[in-house]
């Protein structure tokens, strides 16, 4: 495969956590962020994982010096992207940014670069149209937390190459990540699955079925989900499950993948999950605790 260089452009939650494993794999790992304060958060984000690794006495104070080594950080975008063999962009779900950032990243890659997107809803086909090689470009949709959670949905559009869609099976594969391959089908198969399942949580929430632990309890004990539906859209964003079901509802001309409105009314308080503190649950102790649910 020879992969020895890496991009990762965006330093939030998604993008630290791919650098991460992208380091740990042993490449020449490159992260890439606009705005300085959001790349050293990242870079933060990744040097306290990896602490908390050692304080557990799952990694050690070597691994963590090599991979540390294996890891920068980068505001200008052409240095980042510089004889890279794969780039992966992971910034907010609009397709307008993500377009414009492959067409800038395009000029200044290298010509065998492989182009990767981890959005969890857009069309990859659409985000490829605007760059001269579509054919190198692929999604591959990581899961957060990245470092932990073993499955990489990739991607192909319609113009994805064979050549493409190998190197990042064998890239997942360097990473330790289990693959699979979807059409570019809005929603794809996890995010188009996942979100109908929470978004029927919080109906159920909002009529009073139960409550957000009972009905999360339900599905972990009743059918072996590792974590219940309401927890888990506090763990991925509200306003990133907000969004994907936006995008479902536009794409299938379907009303049935419409946001709740509990949904929609946490994420305009800004009761966005675990990254803000409050979502379903409360998180400010660190663990997910039963609150009230406002008006809507």
Known sequence: MG??????????????????????????????????????????????????????????????????????????????????????????????????????????????????TNTSSLSIGKIASVINHPERLIGMHFFNPVPIMKLLELVKHERTSEETVHFAKEAGSAMQKTTILVNDIPGFATSRLGVVLGNEAIRMLADGVASAKDIDTAMVLGYKHPMGPLALTDLVGLDVRRDILKNLQESFDDDSYAPHPLLDKLVAENRLGKKTGMGIYDWSSGQAEETEMPEF
């Open 3 to 116: 992969i020895e260089k890496v991009a990762v452009i965006g330093a939030g939650t998604m993008g630290a956590g791919i650098a991460q494993v992208c380091a740990q794999s042993g490449w020449n790992t490159v992260l890439y962020d606009a705005f300085p304060v959001g790349l050293e958060k990242g870079m933060q984000r990744i040097d306290a994982f990896w602490d908390k690794g050692i304080a557990r006495g799952k990694t050690t104070e070597e691994q963590k010096q090599e991979w540390s080594e294996n890891l920068r950080a980068e505001s200008n975008l052409e240095h980042a992207v510089r004889d890279c063999d794969l780039i992966i962009e992971a910034v907010p779900e609009i397709l307008e940014l993500k377009q414009k950032i492959f067409q800038e990243v395009e000029q200044y890659a290298s010509e065998n670069a492989v182009f990767a």
